[in-house]
């Protein structure tokens, strides 16, 4: 396997760069691959993984997973019970589910992702050692399929960590550890952060005395997992808060800890002072944007796993399970698969029938859980995608959805002044491209030459269009009785399609008399609508998307000045 | 100074033992237990094998504990904060190993007055919508949450709170065949709260 095999995504992210970077009126332009999230951790809008929507949620319901109701709740019940052979099977067939291919392979492929060598890469695996021989804490097949996905891409089991910085988790995985023996997870155990590099403070606005695992404050780790077990969580002043759940997001009350005290992470667990409705959970959200979490390049968190097979309804997050619920959830960005597994399972009383989530639980979760949305620039309205199935019934993956691309646009109307209106192409509608053609042109937008469409360069990348540049040519050939020759584009990668205001016809200022008014030079914000990130396969984009698009069609416009110019300058020496 | 102030709580201990026994049952006397520091605290309300016939303590590692407040956020995560800000000063925690696969995992709880300990009993009550009957024990002292896989009881006995966490007996949301354990648990801590 390359090294680097995802050139194709780094040329995205240069573009994504140039993008914000233009979007935020920054004059310097950067075209190296530092996204922004490798130094400031999430912003607002930001791709997980470019080839994954961030919405997108997978749930397998599979009864098969556990052989039997483990018999009592201590952890070697609550492992005994476990099919390894369903659970690996149903996690490849969530990951190609979740990142739309038809092969396993070709999806962890496209999941996880390093900048290095994968024989250098270094993986960190979240677990919860919290409590004890009965609490309800992530099965272990779970990283066992994990690290058998890692090591088959070359990943070295020395250089895979299982960890709870908060709370030795050793003492319940040591067992089912291993380098060399593949019936195992093929990791090694961090006692803490011993194996973490040790601690390094942060400071939080939101928390104060706080410290983290250093390896991955200090961007040592090139991959993060968050495996949660699914619990409800009650809390301060007997109200429940963090959304009454425990998941991927708080699972990381364990990569974060305070500074002072051994396995303590009390400045973190803000107090309610009884109040109702419960504050905001201010610092789990901040950690969760925090670039020990989300910074690196590729983004260092990569996949979030609820291990709900078995599930805390009313025991709380300390406690032992109290329902069999067999599911497993995945996605690539925490806010969302919590919010989800909350939502769909932890606060549905048909699935936690074994003990429900305590009235006050449901109350508190209906006001904090939006806000696992909100503080990530999500709402509740958005194009969620919640996919859950049975192995008997799974869904067909869609790997090459219909694009419908940029519609055919007009150039402008024949005039002795030049084009006046062209229109542009219509918004792209979502889809990945058959072929990495992405969307071509739009026709439409301003010339002073008139003419009849610049023709895009966009969707280059292997993705397909995930990034358009927008017409390359600063001077329309000419118009041709103002009809759009390229605007039937092919769509863009996973695209809401692009705005289409910038392609509302040409509006010639100065044309010279061409033949054809035509259409003037394409802005590429179609085109880059055709790339945006964000876009769902089945609402046909988001709000996200659409500020990506925004975001990305400036920088396109920048860039396509800058070639402009750099023509400029080549034709003038 | 920390051996003495050990044995002036042993002491303590013993003397309420002592009348403890003078006394039993069903309802939840008002009185105060002595302050514990939590090793002290632990090893006094720590089960013996077979104490409660059957029940051997678990080898499983970290399998008894003890925190103050401040600690228990280690043992149940946020959890603790309703615990804290109730009034708990020290607890502890066992694991004990019936017939398998039956077993059982007992706190003990020191919120220092009867009225905290009830406050928590109550809040707990409501808020798992307890309403199985522990045999021998009135409603307001004990009470029981049926599980998936056993029972949850909890009690208060002067300042003193108790969960019993049953677990290896099976969906109890039918037939409770947990409950007639619970009490066996409650009576030795209602001995020892006295």
Same mark, same amino acid.
């Given at each position: 396997?390359?090294?680097?095999?995802?050139?194709?995504?780094?040329?995205?992210?240069?573009?994504?760069?140039?993008?914000?970077?233009?979007?935020?009126?920054?004059?310097?332009?950067?075209?190296?691959?530092?996204?922004?999230?490798?130094?400031?951790?999430?912003?607002?809008?930001?791709?997980?993984?470019?080839?994954?929507?961030?919405?997108?949620?997978?749930?397998?319901?599979?009864?098969?997973?556990?052989?039997?109701?483990?018999?009592?709740?201590?952890?070697?019940?609550?492992?005994?019970?476990?099919?390894?052979?369903?659970?690996?099977?149903?996690?490849?067939?969530?990951?190609?589910?979740?990142?739309?291919?038809?092969?396993?392979?070709?999806?962890?492929?496209?999941?996880?992702?390093?900048?290095?060598?994968?024989?250098?890469?270094?993986?960190?695996?979240?677990?919860?050692?919290?409590?004890?021989?009965?609490?309800?804490?992530?099965?272990?097949?779970?990283?066992?399929?994990?690290?058998?996905?890692?090591?088959?891409?070359?990943?070295?089991?020395?250089?895979?960590?299982?960890?709870?910085?908060?709370?030795?988790?050793?003492?319940?995985?040591?067992?089912?550890?291993?380098?060399?023996?593949?019936?195992?997870?093929?990791?090694?155990?961090?006692?803490?952060?011993?194996?973490?590099?040790?601690?390094?403070?942060?400071?939080?606005?939101?928390?104060?005395?706080?410290?983290?695992?250093?390896?991955?404050?200090?961007?040592?780790?090139?991959?993060?997992?968050?495996?949660?077990?699914?619990?409800?969580?009650?809390?301060?002043?007997?109200?429940?808060?963090?959304?009454?759940?425990?998941?991927?997001?708080?699972?990381?009350?364990?990569?974060?800890?305070?500074?002072?005290?051994?396995?303590?992470?009390?400045?973190?667990?803000?107090?309610?002072?009884?109040?109702?409705?419960?504050?905001?959970?201010?610092?789990?959200?901040?950690?969760?944007?925090?670039?020990?979490?989300?910074?690196?390049?590729?983004?260092?968190?990569?996949?979030?796993?609820?291990?709900?097979?078995?599930?805390?309804?009313?025991?709380?997050?300390?406690?032992?399970?109290?329902?069999?619920?067999?599911?497993?959830?995945?996605?690539?960005?925490?806010?969302?698969?919590?919010?989800?597994?909350?939502?769909?399972?932890?606060?549905?009383?048909?699935?936690?029938?074994?003990?429900?989530?305590?009235?006050?639980?449901?109350?508190?979760?209906?006001?904090?859980?939006?806000?696992?949305?909100?503080?990530?620039?999500?709402?509740?309205?958005?194009?969620?995608?919640?996919?859950?199935?049975?192995?008997?019934?799974?869904?067909?993956?869609?790997?090459?959805?219909?694009?419908?691309?940029?519609?055919?646009?007009?150039?402008?109307?024949?005039?002795?002044?030049?084009?006046?209106?062209?229109?542009?192409?219509?918004?792209?509608?979502?889809?990945?491209?058959?072929?990495?053609?992405?969307?071509?042109?739009?026709?439409?937008?301003?010339?002073?030459?008139?003419?009849?469409?610049?023709?895009?360069?966009?969707?280059?990348?292997?993705?397909?269009?995930?990034?358009?540049?927008?017409?390359?040519?600063?001077?329309?050939?000419?118009?041709?009785?103002?009809?759009?020759?390229?605007?039937?584009?092919?769509?863009?990668?996973?695209?809401?399609?692009?705005?289409?205001?910038?392609?509302?016809?040409?509006?010639?200022?100065?044309?010279?008399?061409?033949?054809?008014?035509?259409?003037?030079?394409?802005?590429?914000?179609?085109?880059?609508?055709?790339?945006?990130?964000?876009?769902?396969?089945?609402?046909?984009?988001?709000?996200?998307?659409?500020?990506?698009?925004?975001?990305?069609?400036?920088?396109?416009?920048?860039?396509?000045?800058?070639?402009?110019?750099?023509?400029?300058?080549?034709?003038?020496? | 100074?920390?051996?003495?102030?050990?044995?002036?709580?042993?002491?303590?201990?013993?003397?309420?033992?002592?009348?403890?026994?003078?006394?039993?049952?069903?309802?939840?006397?008002?009185?105060?237990?002595? =302050?514990?520091? %939590?090793? @002290? !605290?632990? +090893?006094?309300? /720590?089960?013996? *094998?077979?104490?409660?016939?059957?029940?051997?303590? &678990?080898?499983?590692?970290?399998?008894?504990?003890?925190?103050?407040?401040?600690?228990?956020?280690?043992?149940?995560?946020?959890?603790?904060?309703?615990?804290?800000?109730?009034?708990?000063?020290?607890?502890?925690?066992?694991?004990?190993?019936?017939?398998?696969?039956?077993?059982? =995992?007992?706190? %003990?709880? @020191? !919120?220092? +007055?009867?009225? /905290?300990?009830? *406050?928590?009993?109550?809040?707990?009550?409501?808020? &798992?919508?307890?309403?199985?009957?522990?045999?021998?024990?009135?409603?307001?002292?004990?009470?029981?949450?049926?599980?998936?896989?056993?029972?949850?009881?909890?009690?208060?006995?002067?300042?003193?709170?108790?969960?019993?966490?049953?677990?290896?007996?099976?969906?109890?949301?039918? =037939?409770?065949? %947990?409950?007639?354990?619970?009490?066996?648990?409650?009576?030795?801590?209602?001995?020892?709260?006295?």
């Amino acid at each position: 396997m390359s090294a680097n095999p995802h050139a194709g995504r780094r040329n995205f992210l240069k573009t994504a760069a140039v993008g914000a970077a233009g979007a935020m009126g920054l004059s310097a332009l950067k075209f190296d691959a530092s996204y922004a999230q490798s130094t400031g951790g999430w912003v607002a809008g930001m791709q997980i993984n470019p080839d994954i929507d961030n919405k997108r949620v997978i749930c397998c319901h599979d009864t098969k997973m556990l052989t039997a109701k483990p018999a009592n709740t201590t952890w070697a019940s609550q492992n005994a019970n476990v099919d390894a052979a369903a659970v690996g099977a149903n996690l490849d067939q969530m990951a190609m589910l979740l990142a739309r291919k038809t092969t396993a392979t070709d999806a962890w492929k496209t999941i996880f992702r390093s900048s290095k060598p994968w024989a250098s890469t270094r993986v960190a695996m979240k677990t919860n050692g919290i409590g004890g021989n009965t609490t309800n804490r992530p099965r272990w097949t779970i990283y066992k399929k994990l690290t058998d996905v890692l090591v088959s891409l070359g990943v070295s089991p020395a250089n895979i960590v299982l960890y709870d910085a908060c709370d030795d988790a050793s003492v319940y995985y040591n067992s089912y550890l291993s380098q060399t023996d593949a019936t195992k997870i093929r990791a090694v155990m961090s006692v803490r952060a011993a194996n973490m590099g040790g601690f390094k403070a942060v400071t939080l606005t939101n928390a104060t005395g706080i410290s983290a695992a250093a390896d991955l404050v200090d961007g040592n780790i090139d991959i993060l997992i968050s495996v949660a077990a699914c619990k409800s969580h009650n809390g301060t002043g007997g109200h429940y808060n963090y959304g009454s759940c425990t998941l991927c997001m708080k699972n990381h009350f364990g990569t974060f800890t305070d500074a002072t005290k051994a396995q303590h992470s009390d400045n973190l667990h803000v107090g309610n002072s009884a109040t109702t409705p419960p504050p905001p959970p201010l610092a789990l959200f901040e950690i969760n944007k925090h670039s020990a979490i989300l910074g690196g390049n590729p983004v260092r968190q990569q996949l979030c796993i609820i291990d709900a097979l078995l599930s805390n309804g009313a025991s709380g997050p300390g406690g032992a399970w109290d329902n069999r619920t067999d599911r497993l959830v995945m996605g690539t960005f925490g806010p969302i698969v919590d919010y989800f597994g909350a939502k769909k399972i932890l606060l549905d009383n048909t699935i936690m029938n074994g003990a429900a989530m305590p009235a006050l639980g449901v109350t508190n979760a209906a006001t904090i859980l939006p806000q696992f949305l909100t503080a990530f620039g999500y709402s509740e309205t958005d194009a969620l995608q919640w996919i859950e199935y049975t192995p008997d019934a799974v869904p067909a993956i869609d790997a090459t959805p219909t694009s419908t691309g940029g519609t055919t646009g007009t150039g402008g109307t024949p005039s002795s002044t030049g084009g006046t209106s062209g229109s542009g192409g219509a918004a792209r509608t979502g889809g990945k491209p058959a072929a990495p053609t992405g969307g071509t042109s739009a026709t439409g937008g301003t010339s002073d030459t008139g003419g009849t469409s610049d023709s895009g360069e966009g969707g280059t990348t292997d993705t397909g269009g995930v990034m358009s540049d927008g017409g390359s040519s600063a001077m329309a050939a000419g118009g041709s009785g103002g009809t759009a020759t390229t605007a039937a584009a092919t769509g863009g990668t996973k695209s809401t399609g692009g705005t289409t205001t910038s392609h509302t016809g040409g509006t010639s200022v100065s044309s010279s008399g061409g033949t054809g008014g035509g259409s003037g030079k394409t802005t590429a914000s179609t085109d880059v609508g055709g790339g945006s990130p964000g876009g769902c396969d089945v609402a046909g984009g988001s709000r996200s998307a659409s500020r990506w698009g925004a975001m990305a069609a400036v920088g396109a416009v920048v860039a396509a000045k800058l070639r402009r110019l750099v023509k400029s300058d080549d034709s003038s020496s | 100074m920390e051996i003495r102030n050990m044995k002036t709580g042993l002491a303590f201990v013993g003397l309420f033992l002592g009348l403890g026994t003078l006394g039993c049952g069903s309802s939840a006397s008002g009185g105060s237990f002595p =302050t514990l520091n %939590a090793a @002290d !605290f632990g +090893t006094h309300f /720590k089960f013996a *094998d077979n104490q409660v016939s059957g029940w051997t303590q &678990s080898t499983f590692p970290g399998s008894f504990n003890t925190y103050t407040g401040d600690e228990l956020v280690t043992a149940v995560d946020g959890g603790a904060g309703v615990y804290v800000d109730k009034g708990m000063r020290v607890c502890m925690s066992q694991d004990l190993m019936g017939t398998d696969p039956q077993i059982v =995992t007992v706190w %003990a709880y @020191d !919120f220092t +007055t009867a009225a /905290k300990a009830k *406050d928590m009993f109550d809040w707990k009550k409501s808020d &798992s919508s307890a309403s199985a009957t522990i045999p021998n024990y009135d409603g307001s002292v004990a009470i029981g949450a049926a599980t998936s896989s056993g029972l949850s009881a909890i009690a208060h006995f002067n300042s003193l709170y108790f969960e019993v966490m049953l677990s290896g007996y099976g969906d109890q949301k039918t =037939t409770c065949s %947990a409950c007639p354990v619970a009490p066996k648990f409650l009576d030795v801590f209602k001995t020892k709260s006295n």
